[in-house]
């Protein structure tokens, strides 16, 4: 059994190695220090060799159940878990309903039940401070997942030599190549209304978010880079939602008619909100509008193949997940992380959609 789960980590590892391309890079890192996916999973496959897993007990905590990403990702996070010897039983996932003070009482149940882990995707990343104390008071080693929290408080884990990290990958990231799928495309295909510049509206996700204020920021900061003149018409937000994406675009194409050229969601379940509107409105994703999102969810990897959605961002979840319980095996069985264990997004295009596609199958 324990070599069969050996050669499975081994597998996911050649896996993340291939699409994630774990790790920081160059211009987008992140404060703290850094490991990467496959010293992850090295380390978690030497603590399956030597320690039974099954009676212990983690808690997760997520922000939303009702996001499209979070569900993959917890999915493939219970999964993991269980292939590494946790018992189904012994793993606790808890919706914290886009609700901190939901969420502080789950994590606050899960301490008084002496949970040997907390792997926790923070409704609010302002919270995190507040979230740790109470978690390292209470002596249970802490993964934070997906919503990172900020330089200072990643700071305060090393100053303590806490067992506190984060596993996720570097908004920026997301945003750069958010925009660099649109300036790829050239100014000339963009500049429907002939004024010289890339017109756009940009729906973003919870403003609070860290990866909702750099995915807006450096995606429109790809455009300049590039040497493109930008114009913003407007900018709403979505809260990372379906119908709210829907209908931020549908009003943004009411007010700007063809002058709207681009639309920027945050995540992919706003795009396709907004692909919803622009469609209703009588406009074609590629000839009149172009659309871009974030996560590579299978239905917008399925629109790029079609050429309804312009771009998107694989948001990695396998090798985030299966980290995140990497990196909680280091804890349980009394080995350490770095304090920031990061992943690579990738660009998702027509050219690589179905190759993404083929691994979320």
Not at 58 to 73: E, H, K, R, S
Not at 107 to 131: E, R
Not at 290 to 307: N, P
């Amino acid at each position: 059994m324990k070599k069969k789960l050996l050669s499975l980590m081994l597998s996911l590892a050649m896996v993340a190695t291939i699409f994630a391309g774990c790790g920081k890079s160059g211009d987008t890192a992140t404060t703290g220090d850094a490991t990467t996916v496959e010293d992850a999973a090295d380390a978690a496959a030497d603590a399956v060799g030597n320690s039974d897993l099954a009676d212990k007990k983690v808690g997760v905590c997520i922000y939303q159940f009702a996001d499209n990403f979070m569900t993959l990702f917890r999915t493939e996070l219970e999964n993991y878990l269980i292939a590494q010897g946790f018992s189904k039983e012994n793993i606790t996932i808890q919706d914290g309903a886009n609700d901190q003070a939901t969420q502080t009482g789950q994590i606050q149940a899960f301490i008084a039940d002496g949970v040997d882990v907390l792997i926790i995707n923070p409704v609010n990343s302002s919270s995190a401070a507040t979230i740790t104390d109470m978690v390292v008071d209470a002596g249970i080693p802490l993964v934070y997942i997906n919503r990172e929290p900020d330089a200072d408080e990643e700071q305060r884990w090393a100053d303590n030599n806490w067992d506190v990290c984060y596993v996720g990958c570097d908004a920026r990231q997301s945003g750069t190549y958010q925009g660099e799928i649109i300036a790829d495309l050239g100014l000339d295909a963009i500049d429907f209304n002939g004024n010289g510049k890339v017109d756009y509206v940009m729906i973003k996700g919870d403003p609070e978010n860290i990866d909702a204020q750099y995915r807006t920021e450096y995606s429109i900061k790809a455009l300049e880079d590039a040497g493109l003149e930008v114009n913003k018409l407007d900018e709403q937000v979505g809260m990372w939602d379906q119908a709210q994406g829907n209908q931020l675009v549908a009003n943004a194409l009411s007010k700007y008619g063809n002058d709207l050229e681009v639309v920027f969601c945050n995540n992919d379940a706003m795009a396709l909100g907004a692909l919803e509107a622009i469609q209703a409105a009588g406009r074609t994703v590629g000839e009149d509008i172009y659309l871009v999102g974030v996560d590579a969810l299978t239905e917008v990897c399925e629109d790029v193949l079609k050429g309804t959605i312009t771009g998107t961002v694989f948001n990695d979840h396998i090798s985030q997940a299966d980290s995140a319980a990497d990196a909680a095996i280091n804890y349980i069985t009394g080995g350490s992380n770095e304090h920031y264990i990061g992943c690579d997004y990738k660009k998702v295009t027509k050219d690589n959609a179905q190759d993404i596609l083929d691994l979320l199958k």
